[in-house]
C-alpha cells in the first residue's frame, strides 16, 4: 500500500486550487472569471454540472486551476474520486465543501493500490489536507483500512494463521500492548472447537490474544473471525463458492484495524483483541458432519455443515471473552452468505440487543460514510438449529435467516458483557466505487471507531 501520508500532504502549503462549484452558484463563478477563461470553459461545454470536472490552462501552457460540479450522488467520496483522475501534482481544495474531511479521506482512500507482487507505477495527484480538517484523524482511518485491505487481499498462501500471528504481533509491539497465543494441541482442552475446525491443516490453528491499556479503564473486547482459507471443510464448497475464500479471515482483519485506530487515537480503554485463527481445510482427520463437539462453554454442538466454521471458533473465542464481563463485546466476522444475499456487498448487517448502540450505529454510519443496517436478534429463529442429540447444531436444515441464525448462534455463548454486538461484513468490494478499489475492504470499522469514541471513552 502507498503509505497515505505521502498522498495527503501536510496543510500550510500551495497546490493547484479545486474549485467545488454547485451548478446554481457556477452564473457568479464564471462571472469572476477572465474572459479568456470564460471562453475556455464555453469551447469546453463546462457548466458545473455534477460530476464533471475541468481543467483551467495557465500562462506557458501550465495547469492552473481546476473547477469540479460538486456530485449529486449520495457518496461522500465521490468527489475524490472524480479528482484523483487529475494529472499527478499537488492539489489544494478552494472553498466550502460540507464535509471536507470526507472528502481527504475518499482521496487517500481511492489512492490504495495493493502493491505486494507488482509495485504500483505512481502515487497520482496528491492533496494538501483542506484548512479545518484534522489531518491525523484522516491518516489514522486510511492507513487502517489499507491494513485491512493489504491483510484481506493477501492470498491464503502467503496469509495463513502463522501471518496472521505475525502481523498480530507487529501491531501488538508497535503499540507495546501485551500478546499472547495459544496453538495447536494446547487449544484441545481449552478451545475445543477451534482446534478441531482447524486440526486437517498442517498450518497450525492458534487463538490469538492481545491486551492494551489501563486495566482499570472500560473493557472493550473485540473477536474476529480469522479463517484464513474456507474450503468448507468435508462438505466442500463448489470452485464458485471457494474463489474468494481467501477473505474468511476477514473479520481478523477487521479488528486489527480497528484495534490499530483506537491505540494510535490512544483512547481511554482496556482493549483485549481475540482472533481465532484457522484454515478450514481437507484431510482425513478432519472435523465430519454428524461428529458432536463440546464447546468452552460447556455447550454440545453437533455438526450439521463443516461449512459453519466462523461461528464454532467464534462461540470457543467469545465464551473466553465473555468471562471477563466486558463493557463491550464487539465480533466480526465474514460469517454468512445470507447477509449478503439480504443487503448486498455494500452494507454490513450487525445484530445488537442494545437499542442505544444500534441507533448511534446507523447515525454515525451515515455521517462518516461507513453505512451499516440492523438486523434483528429473532428469538424464535432459535428453534432452526436446534439438535436431535446435542445443545445446538450448527447449521439449521432448512437454510431460512441463514445471518440472523448465525448470529442468534453466536448470541447463546455470550451472557456476562453488558453489551454485544456481532457485525456480518463481506470484506470485499467486487467492483471498484468511489474510494472503493476492487478487492479487499474494511467495512464499519471506522463507524465502530467513532461509536466507540463516543460510548467508552467520551
Ligand atoms: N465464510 C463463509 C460465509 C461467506 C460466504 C461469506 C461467501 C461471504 C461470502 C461461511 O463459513 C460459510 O460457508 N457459511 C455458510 C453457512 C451454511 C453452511 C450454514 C453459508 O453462508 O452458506
Ligand atoms: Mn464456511
Ligand atoms: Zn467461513
Redesign the pocket.
Known amino acids: 500500500m502507498a503509505d497515505p501520508e505521502t498522498v495527503l500532504l501536510a496543510a500550510g502549503r500551495g497546490g493547484i486550487p479545486i474549485s467545488v462549484v454547485k451548478a446554481r452558484d457556477w452564473e457568479a463563478f464564471r462571472r469572476q472569471l477572465a474572459p479568456d477563461m470564460r471562453r475556455w470553459c464555453e469551447s469546453n461545454g463546462f457548466k458545473s454540472q455534477p460530476g464533471r470536472l475541468l481543467a483551467l490552462p495557465g500562462a506557458q501552457g501550465l495547469l492552473r486551476q481546476v473547477v469540479v460540479g460538486d456530485a449529486e450522488e449520495p457518496d461522500a467520496f465521490a468527489l475524490a474520486r472524480l479528482c484523483r483522475s487529475l494529472p499527478e501534482g499537488i492539489y489544494a481544495l478552494s472553498g466550502g465543501l460540507s464535509k471536507p474531511e470526507l472528502f481527504a479521506l475518499g482521496w487517500c482512500l481511492d489512492a490504495y493500490r495493493y502493491d505486494r507482487y507488482r509495485k504500483a507505477s505512481s502515487v497520482g495527484p496528491r492533496l494538501v489536507c483542506p484548512g479545518g480538517v484534522d489531518r491525523a484523524e484522516v491518516l489514522r482511518a486510511a492507513a487502517a483500512s489499507g491494513l485491512v485491505r493489504d491483510l484481506v487481499n493477501t492470498p491464503a498462501s502467503d496469509m495463513g494463521p502463522d501471518e496472521l500471528e505475525t502481523a498480530a504481533l507487529a501491531l501488538a509491539k508497535a503499540h507495546k500492548a501485551k500478546i499472547a497465543v495459544i496453538s495447536g494441541k494446547a487449544l484441545e482442552r481449552g478451545f475445543p472447537m477451534i482446534h478441531a475446525v482447524g486440526k486437517a491443516s498442517p498450518r497450525l490453528p492458534r487463538l490469538i490474544d492481545i491486551s492494551w491499556g489501563p486495566s482499570r479503564a472500560p473493557r472493550l473486547t473485540l473477536v474476529g473471525?480469522g479463517?484464513c482459507f474456507?474450503t468448507?471443510g468435508l462438505?466442500i464448497?463448489p470452485a464458485s463458492?471457494m474463489a474468494?475464500?481467501k477473505?474468511?479471515m476477514g473479520g481478523a482483519a477487521h479488528v486489527l484495524g480497528l484495534a490499530q485506530m483506537i491505540m494510535s487515537a490512544g483512547l481511554k480503554l482496556r482493549l483485549r483483541v481475540l482472533i481465532p485463527a484457522v484454515e478450514?481445510a481437507i484431510a482425513g482427520n478432519a472435523f465430519r458432519p454428524g461428529d458432536v463437539l463440546t464447546s468452552r462453554k460447556g455447550l454440545t454442538v453437533e455438526i450439521?455443515?463443516t461449512?459453519?466454521?466462523?461461528r464454532l471458533i467464534l462461540a470457543d473465542a467469545l465464551a473466553l471473552a465473555d468471562e471477563d464481563a466486558p463493557d463491550l463485546l464487539i465480533d466480526m466476522?465474514?460469517?454468512?452468505?445470507?447477509?449478503?444475499v439480504a443487503l448486498g456487498p455494500d452494507l454490513p448487517a450487525f445484530f445488537t440487543d442494545d437499542d442505544w448502540l444500534a441507533d448511534e450505529m446507523l447515525r454515525q454510519g451515515l455521517a462518516v460514510n461507513d453505512p451499516v443496517w440492523r438486523l434483528p436478534l429473532w428469538r424464535p429463529y432459535g428453534r432452526l438449529f436446534e439438535s436431535s442429540v446435542a445443545d445446538l447444531n450448527?447449521?439449521?436444515e432448512s437454510?431460512f435467516a441463514?445471518a440472523i441464525?448465525?448470529a442468534l448462534f453466536l448470541r447463546r455463548f455470550v451472557q456476562k458483557a453488558k453489551a454485544y454486538a456481532h457485525f456480518?461484513v463481506?470484506?470485499?468490494t467486487p467492483a471498484a466505487l468511489p474510494g472503493r478499489p476492487r478487492g479487499g475492504e474494511a467495512q464499519a470499522m471506522r463507524t465502530l471507531f467513532e461509536v466507540i469514541r463516543s460510548r467508552l471513552a467520551g
Do not use: Y
Open positions: 473471525k479463517v474456507d468448507g462438505d464448497k463458492g474468494l475464500m477473505k474468511d478450514n450439521g455443515n461449512d459453519a466454521e466462523g466476522a465474514t460469517l454468512t452468505g445470507a447477509a449478503r450448527n447449521a439449521g437454510g441463514g441464525t448465525a456480518d463481506f470484506a470485499w
